[in-house]
Structures are given as structure tokens and as C-alpha cells.
């Protein structure tokens, strides 16, 4: 069931990914994003194109990682392992929503919201607002399914302690919230080349 | 099969799940990574890979990408082969869907361009010099 209500999510997010796609090809020019995304935490206005969200990149797969060995625990039915690598898996999750918490704020510092772009063209004309509304919207409905996707980690987390799990003998559980951790991963791993690479 | 009564009550799944597949995966998907990286910074540097070539090659490491992470994280490549097919079928008819979308937005613009002078000329003047004008109009937060 956990696959066929992940497929639907799947659609949803794909609705989402190619209006901005056939909107981006209806427009004559586009702001680019090394231009954009540039700033580093830490490092003022140090041009740095890629290398934040190639690290929140990093930080998503590396919890994915730490999921699967927390399922791969499950099957050897090694209840303290399980709880290592979901708390590791928690610690990645609350990572990279911080680090979207601080692109939004910053992008929101310099001007840009939904309705507002303060970004010009690669070619110096002026650019849409569909820029920015994309980009909010995509990354919000993501950074909110990780949010989602980290309370779930956490109440898998607090009944595998209580030892639900170890009771019944098996952690389906756990393997059902590894696959809608994965598939966030998964769609991030879509909306990183939509909007920061291409 | 023979496992069965060894590990009674349990599901249908293979016990063995050996961790080195996801660390391999985990690299793949790394190494990846850093190529697009890679590749995006030689492109700002030198220009090198055309624009359209380098998307072409991003397009095709997302979706290798992708197939890493649902065959192997995801588990899909070990299920049985029907539940397989309920997923991977709708998943190719979107990427029909996709290129159609694409498509119709493309002509869009050309149409666009072809028959209103106006718009064109509008999106060839560049901006005027940015004037912090944003700031007492609008306060950060407020919609437009």
C-alpha cells in the first residue's frame, strides 16, 4: 500500500515539477541560478554557487543512508541498532530542514518571495515572478514533506525504545517510514537538477 | 523457502540484508553528485559542455540517480516482479506526459513571440538599475 500511496505523492510532485517545466519553457529568459543560489552560511557574499545545497544534498542521502542500515537492523531484529540509526536519521532530517531555513531566510533577505523576484535574467532583462513562486512552492511542499517525514522517524523512534516492535517481531514499521524517507530523498534528488542545476 | 520455519511469523522478505549493497549505493549516488558538481563549475569556468548538452547529462545522472536510490534503498529491485510493474509502468507513461507538457510549452512561447510584437520587445529591453524600491512598498512577508 506503502508503494501505491508514495506513487501518488509521486504524481503529485511530478504535476508540480513540469508546470514549472512547461512555464520555463514558455519564457523568454530565465534567471540563472549559479547567479541565484550563491551564498554560503558563514561566508558574506562570498560567490559560492552550489556548494550549500550540494551540502544539503550530501546531508539527505547520507540520513537516507543511515535509514537503510536502521531497516537493515530491523531484520536482524538488533533493537539497539535500530535505535542508533534512527536517531541518526533524525539528526539528518532536523540538518537539512535548518539548512532550508537558512536559504529561505536568506533568499527572503534579499527581496525574494512569492510574488516578488528580485533576480534579473542571465541576459539582464527582467524577470517573472514564476521564478521565485516555483521555487517557494516546490521547495516548501518538500522541506514540509521532510518535516512530516521526521515526525514520523521520531514516533517509529519513541515506539521502537518502548519496544513495540521487538514485541510483535518484526519491523514493518520501520521499513514502511524508510520508504517515504527515501522517497523525500528521492524527490530531492529531482528538484536539486530542476532548479539548481539546469 | 527454507527459511520459513526458521524464522517463523515473519514476512515474506529475504532476512539477508547484507549492509555493503547500501554502502556501494551510497557512493554511487556520492560520486554522481560531484560529477554533476564537477561539471557545473567547468561549464562557469570554461563554457565548455554546450548548455544543452550539459542538461541532457544532468537529466540522464538524475535519473541514474533515481534508479539507485528505489532499486536499492527503496528495496523495489528485490520485490516480486508484479509490484514491480505497477509502479515502473505509470511512472514511463508520465515521462510521455512530461515531454508532451514541455513540448506544448515551448510552442507556446514561439507562438508568442511569432504574433505579439509587444511581449517580445517587452522581454528583449534589459531591466532598469535595480532601486531599492521593494522595501517600503512591501513589507517582508506580504503577499505581491
Given at each position: 500500500m506503502m508503494w501505491y500511496f508514495l506513487m501518488s505523492d509521486a504524481f503529485t510532485f511530478g504535476a508540480f515539477l513540469i508546470s514549472y517545466g512547461s512555464i520555463r519553457f514558455a519564457t523568454n529568459g530565465w534567471p540563472d541560478p549559479n547567479e541565484v543560489f550563491r551564498a554560503f552560511p558563514g561566508?558574506?557574499?562570498?560567490?559560492?554557487?552550489l556548494v550549500f545545497v550540494s551540502l544539503m544534498t550530501f546531508i539527505l542521502i547520507m540520513s537516507s543512508v543511515t535509514m537503510v542500515l536502521a531497516v537493515a537492523s530491523g531484520h536482524q531484529n538488533n533493537q539497539k541498532a535500530v535505535t542508533k540509526w534512527m536517531i541518526l536519521t533524525i539528526i539528518g532530517g532536523i540538518a537539512f530542514l535548518s539548512c532550508q531555513a537558512w536559504e529561505w531566510t536568506h533568499l527572503h533577505g534579499e527581496g525574494a518571495w512569492w510574488g516578488r523576484n528580485p533576480f534579473l535574467n542571465a541576459d539582464g532583462t527582467k524577470a517573472t515572478t514564476n521564478f521565485t513562486n516555483f521555487f517557494f512552492t516546490i521547495t516548501g511542499f518538500h522541506g514540509f514533506h521532510v518535516f512530516s517525514g521526521v515526525l514520523i522517524n521520531i514516533i517509529m523512534l519513541i515506539k521502537n525504545i518502548r519496544g513495540d516492535f521487538a514485541k510483535r517481531g518484526h519491523y514493518l514499521m520501520i521499513e514502511k517510514a524508510g520508504l517515504y524517507w527515501h522517497f523525500v530523498d528521492l524527490v530531492w534528488v529531482f528538484v536539486f537538477t530542476c532548479f539548481y542545476l539546469l | 523457502m527454507e527459511n520459513i520455519q526458521a524464522t517463523?511469523?515473519?514476512?515474506?522478505?529475504?532476512?539477508?540484508?547484507?549492509t555493503k549493497p547500501i554502502w556501494r549505493t551510497f557512493w554511487i549516488l556520492l560520486i554522481i553528485t560531484l560529477i554533476e558538481l564537477v561539471l557545473a563549475f567547468v561549464h562557469l569556468y570554461t563554457h565548455f559542455p554546450p548548455k544543452l548538452m550539459l542538461n541532457g547529462l544532468y537529466l540522464i545522472l538524475t535519473c541514474t540517480k533515481a534508479f539507485y536510490i528505489i532499486a536499492e534503498f527503496m528495496h523495489l529491485r528485490h520485490e516480486i516482479k508484479n509490484l514491480i510493474m505497477t509502479i515502473a509502468l505509470p511512472a514511463l507513461i508520465f515521462v510521455w506526459f512530461i515531454i508532451a507538457f514541455l513540448w506544448d510549452g515551448g510552442s507556446f512561447k514561439d507562438l508568442r513571440n511569432t504574433y505579439d510584437r509587444h511581449h517580445l520587445e517587452q522581454s528583449k529591453t534589459p531591466a532598469p538599475k535595480?532601486?531599492?524600491?521593494h522595501e517600503p512598498a512591501n513589507k517582508p512577508g506580504s503577499p505581491e
Open positions: 561566508m558574506g557574499d562570498a560567490h559560492m554557487p | 517463523a511469523g515473519s514476512h515474506h522478505h529475504e532476512p539477508e540484508f547484507s535595480p532601486v531599492e524600491e
